[in-house]
């Protein structure tokens, strides 16, 4: 995609659509927090982080790309892996407070760096009988909601350890909870889960 104020070429997750009162505008995460500095009259300067390798526990690895974007106050900073030019498997997200400067930047950061190593670090789902996942024996699991984009389907697509699992999947491996009670607490992005 296009920036259409620095004209340079950016992924999308690192992109914002403004919409404005003559149309909409594709803005680089830099462009659109600079905008939004000069609205606010915030003292702002933007840092792009560049890609990281995690590696989980099972030894395989995991490629982020960030993006950070102001928004008044807060800072949000997301990281989505990326699995050649797709964004697949795990997300995370941060918010916090824009008034430090730079600073504020880094340690926030630092947070969604520790972010992800704990959530590579626990395991909700293994490989089981059958060829199919299963639901570990701690009987939690946690992951983000997202679609498939392939597919007519308007079933969710649910993400756990940075698989995608298919709804009917999903379901399945519920099935051998049957007569269990279950809580699901849905949660932002940017809260830990």
Excluded at 112 to 135: P, V
Excluded at 166 to 172: A, L, T
Aim: glycine residues 10%.
């Amino acid at each position: 995609m296009i920036c259409e104020q620095c004209i340079c070429e950016v992924k999308p997750f690192d992109g914002v659509y403004l919409t404005l009162e003559d149309g909409s505008t594709f803005l680089c995460s830099k462009c659109y927090n600079q905008r939004v500095a000069e609205y606010g009259d915030i003292d702002y300067t933007h840092v792009s982080f560049e890609p990281e390798i995690f590696t989980d526990p099972d030894g395989q690895d995991h490629t982020f790309h960030f993006s950070t974007h102001l928004f008044g106050d807060c800072i949000s900073m997301n990281a989505m892996e990326m699995r050649g030019n797709n964004i697949e498997g795990y997300k995370f997200g941060i918010i916090g407070p824009s008034d430090e400067g730079v600073g504020s930047l880094f340690s926030l950061f630092g947070h969604l760096i520790a972010r992800i190593n704990r959530g590579l670090s626990r395991k909700h789902i293994t490989f089981g009988e059958r060829g199919r996942y299963q639901i570990t024996d701690a009987g939690v699991v946690r992951g983000h909601i997202t679609c498939d984009s392939d597919s007519s389907s308007e079933m969710p697509v649910v993400v756990i350890d940075g698989q995608n699992i298919s709804w009917n999947d999903f379901g399945e491996m519920v099935m051998t909870y049957e007569g269990f009670n279950f809580r699901m607490d849905l949660v932002d992005r940017t809260e830990e889960a």
